[in-house]
């Protein structure tokens, strides 16, 4: 699989110098790689053993945030909402 690391790094808003390029490029690969080989999950049963209930906490916000604090790290708000790509045409 040909990784195109630097699509992806301008999709996440990163910046790589070669060196860091050819690194991140080969360990993406090797991530790619492994999860190919996990086996697939078969999502007609349950996800969760019965035998060994787990217990979730509860959702519940934790933090408070104001719409103001939330917009400060967008990287481009327009009339108080947050930019982004356009994904469809």
Not at 19 to 32: S, T
Request: hydrophobic share 40%; net charge negative.
């Amino acid at each position: 699989m040909d990784m195109d690391l630097k699509r992806l790094a301008k999709l996440s808003r990163l910046t790589f110098t070669p060196e860091e390029e050819a690194r991140f490029g080969a360990e993406m690969e090797r991530i790619v790689a492994m999860v190919a080989q996990l086996p697939d999950l078969d999502a007609s049963g349950p996800l969760i053993d019965p035998d060994n209930p787990m217990e979730f906490r509860k959702d519940e916000a934790e933090h408070r945030f104001t719409r103001q604090e939330l917009l400060q790290n967008a990287p481009e708000v327009q009339a108080g909402c947050i930019v982004v790509p356009k994904m469809v045409d």
